[in-house]
């Protein structure tokens, strides 16, 4: 494909979709650790109440203030869920069953309620997002990249990830040595003055705000596969943290490269006229990568099972 | 002029200066029911202490309550003196082994630069030197040779071993292990008790969380014995004897058992 065809149409798409990948599969690597997996999960439904109180302050269906409102029911959500773990010493699964599922049916109930129900929140676009649309009419071609007036008209979405994306990679890289720690022993970081509550709600709100921008960009199935396919299939991979972190990169970066080209010219390969979803086959890609993984990863037995002395 | 607390003596307030960990009033409780009661205890320096008691007695919860792991209701503690937020470098705890997930992707010697975590800060970099200090941990518990294994291939006694690595690691002057023969081979049991005894000949304190009543007389200079509330505090000969382990087990062990074991 030439540069002509290719940066206008696919270039933008595709980086969007790496970043958001990447984004959501850092944190998840940690999550997964913490058998807090689920969140991803979880936020993708708590942001529905978020959108609908947005739009009725508001009045509009306008990306930022959408976002704010996700962000801001994703933060509650994630308030909420470590409140009811430590006030009821329960594992993390099932206080986030408990939020996600009465935040989620107050999204529906005040949708249904209010006079928003007749405007076009619709439930495709939710899921699946929009990454094909995402489109860089201005770009002629890879010279492009160096016009100032064409890129002035990028696809807001682009840099919105890519921040979103150093944002979580600062926290990570800040934070590692103390997340590591408490990940693994969480009572020992705490005699080592190590503020693991502070640090475990720092880890779920970047995960929080990785999720509500990836969703806003392409749909809550990439975030939820994100959170869990890539950590988990590079969890399978090796022993070592630092490693699964590399791992688990190159798996969401493969997954939205692979997804988005399959998406695109797969079902043409296949006699097809149509393309699919790439949300959709970015997300397939990875659960397969997960399946390859467990099948013949090198690390995928649990070796936490004492062989005698 | 002096002002005291009414409950509280100057020569308490003396003997607290001193101690490597007083507690003082410390209640916990898990929903309603106290784990822990108004406990006090006053720790003595450079010996070894064993904490005992009947299971579900409160033995961990004290010592989580009191290295801030879990949230006491009520109590004071002070480390050398001063409170605990401020003495933090001078702690060194070793958890239970089963209360951590020893499939975590990392490898032996990783384990034991995490104790090294307050010398590094957030951001230091691990030079030539911390790994050589993690190393001679390693080699003090004779596990020199795993440094680069997996921890999950670990047997449990070995895990204690690294956990205990860590914890020389941190290089504290008090050092507190819950529980660090349970399960554990006769070699490790062995290779545990010398280090902890080197560290008592090296003037630091030791506290431990003790299951085995067998081995207390030949192991500890001193016992506290707790049974949701402090039962008796004081030396092996003091405080190890047939009425206080009759209060704190009650019917739980048989009164030949009780004879044999408090025969100082």
């Not at chain 1, 989620?104 to 649309?133: I, M, P, W």
């Not at chain 1, 590399?246 to 998406?263: C, P």
């Not at chain 1, 790439?278 to 397969?288: D, P």
Request: hydrophobic share 50%; proline share 4%; with cysteine.
């Amino acid at each position: 494909m030439s540069g002509e065809e290719f940066v206008p149409l696919s270039l933008t798409p595709m980086l969007i979709g790496i970043f958001a990948a990447v984004a959501c599969a850092l944190p998840g690597n940690f999550l997964l650790l913490r058998r807090q997996a689920l969140i991803g999960d979880a936020i993708s439904h708590v942001v529905l109440p978020g959108i609908v109180v947005a739009f009725l302050m508001t009045g509009m269906i306008a990306a930022w203030p959408m976002m704010l409102g996700a962000a801001g029911a994703a933060i509650v959500a994630v308030i909420l869920i470590e409140a009811i773990r430590r006030l009821g010493r329960i594992e993390p699964g099932a206080a986030m069953g408990v939020v996600f599922t009465t935040m989620f049916a107050g999204g529906v109930l005040l949708l249904e309620q209010s006079d928003t129900s007749t405007v076009h929140l619709d439930v495709e676009h939710a899921l699946y997002g929009n990454l094909e649309s995402l489109i860089w009419l201005d770009a002629i071609g890879w010279s492009s990249l160096f016009d100032a007036t064409a890129l002035a008209q990028l696809p807001v979405e682009l840099p919105r990830m890519a921040l979103t994306l150093v944002g979580v990679c600062l926290f990570i890289a800040l934070f590692w040595r103390a997340l590591k720690i408490s990940t693994f022993d969480e009572g020992f970081a705490r005699t080592m003055g190590i503020r693991t509550n502070l640090l475990g709600l720092g880890l779920v709100i970047t995960a929080a705000v990785a999720a509500v921008a990836a969703f806003d960009a392409v749909g809550s199935i990439i975030v939820i596969a994100m959170f869990i396919c890539p950590p988990a299939a590079a969890r399978m991979m090796t022993n070592r943290l630092e490693d699964q972190i590399g791992w688990s990169v190159l798996f969401a970066v493969l997954s939205a490269v692979l997804g988005y080209v399959l998406a695109g010219y797969g079902p043409l390969w296949l006699g097809a006229s149509d393309a699919v979803s790439a949300a959709g086959m970015i997300a397939t890609v990875s659960g397969v990568i997960l399946g390859v993984a467990a099948r013949f990863g090198p690390c995928r037995s649990r070796a936490g099972a004492p062989a005698g002395i | 002029m002096t002002v005291t607390l009414a409950n509280i003596s100057a020569e308490e307030e003396a003997c607290i200066a001193k101690s490597p960990l007083s507690i003082r009033g410390l209640t916990v409780t898990y929903g309603e029911k106290p784990a822990v009661f108004s406990v006090d205890m006053t720790v003595q320096p450079g010996q070894m202490t064993a904490i005992i008691g009947p299971n579900g007695a409160g033995k961990s919860t004290m010592l989580k309550a009191a290295l801030g792991i879990v949230p006491p209701v009520s109590g004071r503690v002070q480390v050398f003196g001063r409170p605990l937020e401020e003495q933090r470098a001078r702690i060194a705890y070793v958890p239970q082994r089963a209360s951590v997930d020893w499939d975590f992707p990392t490898r032996v010697i990783d384990v034991v630069l995490m104790g090294l975590y307050r010398e590094l800060g957030l951001l230091g970099r691990i030079g030539r030197s911390h790994r050589a200090k993690a190393m001679d941990c390693l080699e003090r518990v004779g596990m020199g040779d795993f440094a680069e294994r997996q921890i999950g291939q670990l047997s449990g006694g070995q895990q204690q071993r690294v956990f205990l690595a860590r914890a020389l690691a941190q290089g504290a002057d008090l050092y507190l292990l819950d529980e660090p023969f349970a399960g554990v081979d006769a070699a490790t049991e062995k290779a545990i008790i010398s280090v902890l005894k080197s560290l008592r000949e090296a003037g630091k304190t030791v506290v431990v969380v003790h299951h085995d009543l067998a081995t207390v007389v030949e192991y500890f200079d001193n016992v506290f014995l707790i049974n949701t509330r402090r039962v008796a505090e004081g030396t092996v000969a003091e405080a190890f004897t047939e009425a206080t382990l009759q209060a704190a087990y009650g019917g739980r062990l048989a009164t030949t058992q009780i004879d044999k074991l408090a025969r100082v």
